[in-house]
């Protein structure tokens, strides 16, 4: 059967997700050092299970109301007011969704008609392209420099605004490359966004795990509220990625159309979730600095061990990933990962799954313990000796 003609063609411009293609591999591999995947390597902390747990135990096994148990809608303003000074109405104005993967789609869906575009800095998390062709708008990349610290700039973001530019779509504390936006650039780009009528979507699912520096919530900065979609996650700070739960927080109209995408598609988001979610609000200020002290101890050690073999790293202020360039091995990002899990049992990802710019680089995860980063630094270390053993031995072209 031609089973090809059944598959939607809007389906067939999404190219496979490049990290899979790794996944696959390193699931075939014993003794793989993963710093490829994206997620805490801690469980989530046992006060959130058990509030888990006891909400089970307790019979809410029911749906919630399609935005989510009020309760957790009321404690997840009043956290953002006490963290962040920003206000949103927690009847209107807050939607809880299937994490910030859902929150992302729910946004792109409900606003965007067939051929708006919508521009993205990258490198950049690898779905956001996906999520805004699979809703019919056009993504437009732009690039972003380690020479810039990866920041976003305005001026080029304003070279690709055209008359169907609807949104901006940023995503800091950034993976792949660690980076934080400074409160200065971010007022340049709601400048920029006021000037042409955008909206911003900004996907600040790392918020808390910055070092060093502040992590500004987009829709505090003057004149950003009224038109910014807020959207965060539990997945990453509190290391819940499993439970699945994130949020949308924005202007009530533009909220209520994220609504209505959410009830018809997965009616509320898991009812065992939001109350744990509910009990990771309350302990937050405990539970998350101690594993954001243990990323932060992991970075330096990575930063400095990878910029000693040689490969020029960004020193990241945010998320749990570096970004070290790797063009002085002459590899690509993507010979490099490949033959780096192949004779080492590294596992990376390559650079350029996260857009063009990503080029040139490869990004670790240190969400990994400490023993195993130093071992895996060892391994790099080794390879790229070798890599550069080869090279010169290679008579000149
Ligand atoms: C920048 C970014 N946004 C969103 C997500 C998805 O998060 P969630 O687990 O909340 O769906 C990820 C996961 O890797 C991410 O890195």
Redesign the pocket.
């Given at each position: 059967m031609d089973y090809d003609r059944f598959v939607a063609t809007r389906l067939k411009t999404i190219p496979p997700s490049g990290i899979r293609r790794f996944f696959d591999i390193i699931a075939t591999m014993p003794d793989v050092i993963s710093l490829g995947i994206?997620?805490p390597d801690f469980i989530t902390p046992h006060e959130i299970v058990e509030a888990g747990i006891r909400s089970l135990r307790d019979g809410h096994t029911g749906y919630t109301s399609n935005s989510g148990l009020f309760e957790l809608r009321e404690a997840l303003s009043d956290y953002l007011a006490r963290r962040y000074g920003v206000q949103y109405d927690p009847e209107r104005e807050i939607l809880i969704t299937?994490?910030?993967?859902?929150?992302?789609h729910l946004t792109a869906t409900a606003l965007l008609n067939p051929g708006d575009e919508v521009i993205i800095p990258e490198p950049?998390?690898v779905?956001y392209a996906p999520t805004v062709a699979l809703a019919g708008g056009r993504p437009v990349h732009v690039p972003t420099r380690a020479e810039d610290a990866f920041q976003v700039d305005a001026e080029q973001v304003a070279r690709a605004v055209t008359p169907r530019t609807k949104a901006v779509l940023i995503?800091y504390p950034?993976?792949p490359t660690g980076a934080v936006m400074s409160r200065e650039r971010l007022a340049e780009l709601v400048g920029l966004a006021k000037a042409h009528n955008l909206l911003i979507w900004s996907?600040e699912?790392?918020d808390r795990l910055v070092y060093g520096v502040e992590h500004v919530c987009v829709p505090t900065l003057p004149g950003a509220r009224e038109r910014t979609i807020l959207?965060g996650?539990?997945?990453?700070d509190f290391a819940m990625?499993g439970w699945?739960?994130?949020y949308a927080c924005g202007p009530a109209p533009l909220i209520a159309g994220l609504r209505k995408v959410h009830q018809y598609i997965v009616m509320s988001a898991p009812t065992t979730a939001q109350y744990a979610a509910l009990e990771a609000l309350k302990v937050a200020d405990e539970v998350v600095e101690h594993m954001r002290l243990a990323y932060d101890r992991r970075r330096q050690v990575i930063v400095r061990g990878l910029n000693e073999i040689g490969l020029p790293t960004f020193e990241p202020r945010g998320?749990f990933y570096v970004f070290p360039n790797i063009e002085s091995t002459g590899l690509s990002s993507e010979e490099f990962s490949e033959r780096l899990l192949l004779e080492e049992r590294v596992a990376v990802i390559p650079g350029s799954v996260f857009g063009p710019s990503g080029e040139g680089f490869v990004r670790c995860s240190y969400a990994t313990s400490l023993t195993e980063l130093e071992e895996a630094l060892d391994r790099i270390e080794r390879f790229v000796a070798r890599v550069r053993r080869e090279r010169r031995a290679r008579p000149e072209e």
């Open positions: 994206g997620e299937v994490g910030v993967s859902e929150a992302l950049c998390f779905s995503g950034n993976n996907d699912i790392y959207l996650g539990f997945s990453k990625t699945r739960l994130g998320a």
